[in-house]
């Protein structure tokens, strides 16, 4: 018998398994690659496992009745425009109110310098595209966002990251970065930055950062791209003003933002502030994309938005998460180690713990769905550089308030056991 | 003739996307050769399933605990179903590498020296303190693994003293119970074995990881693992390791099909480290390239497989 190099059973399945396409796969979509974090994550959907790894807002408490009227008006007055095309930009009513919203907040956009874009995760999309060839070095928060993850590595970014804490990006940190590829004749693409209620950090960017931040854009002349999901969860403190409206207009920051946390997630309606050639760009890259985001969505968004008072559907949110993130954070006072630190948000939706950095997290995740059926994201999904073993993120805006204590309970028996574990096994070696 | 499969997959074990890629193979290759295909993932709702469709037989498609473990082969023993691949005992006992290992030990046939611990050991009866002498008499570096676990998570190999506790951890995240392996350096041969009263062992395939170790990424990403079928090694080598395959098979008791996963030292020396029950059929797995290598195909051996199928045992 001839030795079959590299053997496979390829040319004989059929076409709806992969095997036949892996050699002809681009190299970027090649690079997604399987791991045993993404398999143990696909477990946490198990009916019996009490899972605080979602992102998920609340929409139970999105009232019927709302609901009904928004879509009557739709049916009645808007039935042909909703089912057409759109412009790729998105509906000019639409992005008058994207306006509205972005003034509430202190930060002043023209209708002509938005794009609105399918939900903020294609905003992200958009801007990576746009900005970064392979290789290209974009600087990040240390954890990042793990859903900006496969944009930076489907267009092969060179991810920098730059360390968290309690008031955001270190921002004297993201400086020396900058010097230090200087040196190497390198000049980042983009800072990436989520300053409100960063997911996964949980952190919030304090004022004197953030202006700091934005001087160091002036200075350097880097683009600065400002992801904020989260500004309006807001359940303590005062707000600070957004990175765009410290820019004050001079060009250097792209604002994201999206419906998806102060309205539904479902709709899949973002958008993206941004400085008028680069907002050229994104349209043709967003035309390529999916020509428009769904009329029909968008159309729901302004309808509700016309009909109803946003803040009270938020203040109606925020009230059931700021219960939910106290819930959380007693439980973790009382079942979590005392040399664990965690996070305390005034808002969004997360937490992020630091364990003992003996006790690996994805580790930990295996016996936590295996021996207590309870689920959280491991913080290695949110760097690009392995680092993040010792962290977690844990979601509390999806679970009752119960089923959050009972979840945390459990991540902290497991975690015991690992102490345990390490206690004993400590010395014997 | 057609007939009405149930293809169990997916199910609650951490190999549980593994398990999905191996089923949709199945379910394609039944399809082809003409049965009627039923779908089904293995969760809370399988007895119920199983139930209502009535099957006339069902292909096992899961791999790790709850259906590679004799679980899933007990339901359908109880529902009169005949199943794909070993019965409940065989899975059992090649499931747990420790008991597998005790057999092939009081049978003859070599496979690395080991101790094994329950979690309880370490933490109630200071099982830790054993370390030295586990370190002495196994010699460095030693593997460390779930006694119950397939696919390769949770595997370490510790090559300092200061290593084992931290392997240890990794392994006890997926099973109560562990083992130390003394560590064999070498190639890695796997013999897929076909048959129940006549057993046929495959040509062997050698797994040739790129990184330093075959762990579970370089598993199941293409093109991370290089597979030769036939493996290039010598005919007497071959040879040997497919009768230690067999005897493997037999020992445990095996039916339908099952994989033997072997290490081929620099002495030329052959050492069994598992047997699986399942084997992974997955579009990078080992027995599909072995199948293959046979001249066989894949959908003329699941085809074969279903034959088999039967109950007790």
């Known amino acids: ?429 | 003739m057609s007939r009405r499969v149930a293809v169990l997959k997916g199910g609650r074990s951490l190999e549980r996307e593994v398990s999905l890629r191996s089923g949709g193979n199945v379910e394609a290759a039944l399809r082809r050769l003409g049965h009627e295909v039923l779908p089904m993932d293995a969760d809370q709702h399988l007895v119920r399933n199983l139930r209502e469709q009535r099957p006339d037989v069902a292909f096992i498609a899961l791999h790790g605990k709850g259906g590679e473990d004799g679980t899933v082969q007990e339901l359908l023993e109880i529902l009169g179903i005949p199943y794909t691949g070993s019965g409940v005992l065989s899975c059992q006992r090649s499931m747990d590498k420790v008991v597998a290992k005790a057999i092939f030990t009081a049978e003859g046939i070599p496979t690395p020296k080991w101790y094994a611990f329950s979690e309880d050991a370490f933490r109630e009866m200071g099982a830790a303190d054993t370390l030295p002498e586990i370190r002495e008499r196994l010699g460095l570096p030693l593997v460390v693994k779930p006694a119950k676990q397939g696919s390769a998570l949770g595997i370490s190999v510790a090559h300092e003293p200061g290593e084992i506790p931290r392997a240890l951890m990794t392994a006890l995240s997926y099973d109560d119970r562990v083992l130390l392996e003394a560590f064999v350096p070498g190639r890695e041969i796997a013999v897929s074995v076909i048959g129940t009263d006549a057993p046929q062992a495959l040509p062997a395939v050698e797994a040739v990881p790129t990184g330093d170790f075959y762990d579970f990424e370089s598993r199941y990403t293409p093109g991370a693992t290089e597979l030769i079928a036939p493996a290039p090694i010598d005919p007497d080598t071959a040879a040997e390791a497919s009768r230690l395959a067999l005897a493997c098979y037999e020992a445990l008791g095996c039916r339908g099909f099952g994989r033997v996963d072997l290490m081929l030292d620099a002495e030329g020396r052959l050492w069994v480290l598992e047997l699986n029950a399942i084997p992974g059929m997955t579009d990078t797995s080992l027995l599909p390239a072995a199948v293959e290598a046979a001249g066989m195909g894949f959908d003329e051996m699941v085809g074969r497989v279903l034959d088999l199928a039967d109950l007790g045992g």
């Open chain 1, 1 to 429: 018998m001839e030795p079959v190099k590299g053997a496979t059973t390829a040319d004989r399945l059929a076409p709806r398994d992969p095997a036949r396409y892996d050699r002809r796969f681009a190299a970027r979509a090649a690079g997604i690659k399987s791991s045993a974090m993404r398999d143990l994550m696909s477990l946490t959907e198990r009916p019996e496992i009490i899972t605080l790894a979602g992102g998920l807002p609340d929409t139970e408490s999105f009232p019927a009745e709302v609901f009904d009227e928004v879509w009557r008006a739709i049916g009645r007055d808007h039935r042909a425009t909703a089912l057409q095309y759109g412009p790729t930009e998105g509906l000019l009513e639409l992005r008058e109110r994207i306006c509205g919203i972005m003034a509430e907040g202190g930060a002043e956009a023209h209708p002509d310098g938005i794009i609105v874009t399918a939900g903020g995760q294609q905003a992200i999309d958009l801007s990576v595209r746009t900005f970064v060839d392979p290789g290209d070095v974009v600087l990040a928060e240390g954890p990042t966002y793990p859903g900006a993850v496969p944009s930076f590595s489907t267009y092969e970014a060179r991810v920098v990251h730059v360390p968290l804490d309690d008031d955001g990006m270190r921002v004297d940190l993201l400086e020396e970065r900058i010097e230090e590829l200087a040196g190497q004749g390198i000049r980042p693409k983009l800072i990436y930055t989520i300053p409100n209620f960063h997911n996964p950090g949980g952190v919030t960017m304090s004022l004197e950062r953030r202006r700091r931040l934005v001087q160091i854009a002036h200075e350097r002349e880097i683009l600065v791209v400002e992801d904020n999901p989260y500004g309006q969860i807001r359940f303590e403190g005062e707000p600070l003003p957004s990175l765009w409206e410290l820019d004050g207009g001079a060009g250097w920051v792209i604002h994201l933002s999206t419906f998806s946390k102060i309205l539904a997630p479902g709709l899949r309606v973002g958008w993206v502030a941004a400085p008028a050639p680069v907002l050229r760009k994104m349209n043709l890259g967003k035309q390529a994309a999916d020509l428009g985001t769904g009329t029909l969505n968008q159309r729901f968004v302004v309808e509700y938005l016309k009909r109803f008072d946003w803040r009270e559907h938020v203040a109606r949110l925020n009230g059931i998460y700021r219960s939910r993130r106290d819930a959380m954070l007693r439980a973790l006072e009382e079942e979590f180690p005392a040399d664990a630190t965690w996070t305390r948000p005034q808002g969004g939706l997360f937490v992020w713990a630091n364990l003992p950095s003996y006790i690996d997290t994805t580790e930990l995740l295996a016996r936590a769905i295996e021996r207590h059926q309870v689920a959280f994201v491991p913080g290695r999904g949110a760097f690009l550089d392995g680092r993040g073993g010792h962290s977690m993120r844990m979601n509390y805006s999806f679970a009752s308030e119960a089923v959050i204590s009972e979840g945390v309970e459990r991540i902290g028996a497991a975690i015991d056991e690992m102490i345990e574990l390490q206690r004993v096994l400590g010395g014997g070696a």
